[in-house]
């Protein structure tokens, strides 16, 4: 009952608290010998010690079945979920981290359909957050429904942003929108110490600073680490009348030698098989840190976003051309197929150019030392700023002519 009252008013001061940057401390800590899942009986109880009270809720999702808990402010340090996780059979994936500033996540997979039986935080003695399941038949699971994850954090709906955006002809500043991928509770690749969701974030920020003092205006998705789920992204764009949209990444590729940057733009299927995997890795490390994607796609949108793509999508592989063109002048490696086609969801806005840029590949040691090395950074984002002066002058060439 009390657990119940807990959660209910962590509940309600969840959903009145907006998320602000400068609340950004992570007051309480995780205290990993404290903490611990069992399964007894059928049931599984996850407990996780802090260091002191915090707000938190917690909620089911469906495909896959996945147990989320929202803290206001835990830090995990250096402990890994998989720690935690042991043996226990229920849960087959556990992952924790910033999942938006002031807030902290950890995701439970689930092998099945489930209820919580109870949700509680003990306050007397040491703080504890009791977590406690048991397996249902699917007709009984209730998975939130509606927009619980973007309602909390004060970014733009996708229903509150218009489409009606003029295409740019030189007139006025570029609008560039920069989307360092993964963060927070996803750290993207992890090769020989070095997360790609750090390496992607420095480099878009001193990218950021090149394309401002060419007179472009830039927005990034991400300024800190944070987590931002793929559609947030998308909508980021719209919202800030993006002229471009350039997703920045450092994967890994398990299979083979991939070495050098590349460059995808949208097509209906990735043309490899690395690729692919890379694009349902993407998918899935998204659907790992907690989005929902039940309810979404809208039959009537969809004829309207094919025909905004016929127009966008030559204007997308144009960019992707001459960025390909600008790196190579710079006497950077590529890849041996510098431009490539991939159906990335950051890459779906109908009426925005949207290109993804493997900055490298994490999983080569060569790439892992470039990426890292300033003066390989500060020729890169020179490249790119002159590839996106380059394109859109002759974007709005075409602009204008289309136009008379
Ligand atoms: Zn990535």
Redesign the pocket.
């Known amino acids: 009952m009390v657990g119940r009252f807990l959660l209910l008013l962590a509940t309600l001061l969840a959903l009145t608290l907006p998320a602000r940057a400068q609340d950004f401390s992570a007051l309480a800590r995780y205290e990993p010998e404290r903490s611990a899942i069992t399964q007894q009986g059928g049931q599984t109880e996850i407990t996780l010690g802090i260091s002191q009270p915090v707000i938190y809720r917690v909620f089911l999702l469906a495909a896959p079945y996945r147990l989320v808990v929202d803290f206001r402010e835990v830090n995990f340090g250096t402990s890994t979920p998989q720690e935690l996780l042991g043996g226990a059979d229920a849960i087959t994936n556990l992952r924790w981290g910033a999942f938006r500033p002031g807030w902290s996540r950890m995701v439970a997979e689930l092998d099945g359909p489930v209820q919580l039986v109870s949700s509680e935080e003990r306050t007397e003695g040491e703080t504890e957050i009791r977590i406690k399941l048991e397996p249902v038949p699917v007709e009984k699971f209730t998975p939130r429904k509606g927009a619980a994850d973007s309602a909390l954090w004060d970014l733009p709906q996708p229903a509150q942003v218009s489409n009606a955006h003029r295409r740019q002809d030189g007139a006025r500043p570029l609008v560039v929108v920069l989307d360092p991928?993964?963060g927070g509770i996803d750290p993207?690749?992890e090769d020989g110490g070095t997360r790609?969701a750090d390496i992607?974030l420095g480099f878009a920020r001193q990218l950021r600073d090149q394309l401002r003092r060419a007179g472009m205006t830039v927005v990034m998705t991400r300024d800190q680490d944070v987590f931002v789920p793929l559609e947030t992204r998308v909508t980021v764009a719209r919202a800030a009348g993006a002229d471009l949209f350039v997703s920045l990444?450092?994967?890994s590729i398990a299979e083979g030698q991939a070495s050098g940057s590349s460059i995808y733009r949208l097509s209906d299927h990735a043309e490899d098989d690395a690729t692919r995997k890379?694009v349902a890795?993407?998918d899935r490390d998204d659907i790992l840190a907690g989005v929902d994607l039940d309810g979404q796609g809208d039959q009537v949108a969809h004829v309207l976003v094919d025909l905004a793509r016929r127009e966008t999508q030559p204007r997308s592989l144009r960019l992707s051309q001459v960025l390909a063109g600008a790196i190579k002048g710079a006497g950077l490696h590529m890849h041996k197929h510098p431009v490539q086609g991939a159906d990335f969801s950051v890459l779906k806005s109908p009426d925005i150019p949207s290109v993804l840029i493997?900055l490298g590949f994490l999983s080569s040691p060569a790439d892992r030392k470039r990426l890292q090395d300033p003066d390989w950074r500060a020729r890169m984002a020179a490249a790119i700023t002159r590839g996106i002066e380059s394109w859109a002058q002759s974007d709005a060439a075409e602009a204008k002519l289309l136009r008379q």
């Open positions: 991928g993964h993207g690749a790609e992607v990444h450092a994967d890379l890795r993407h493997e």
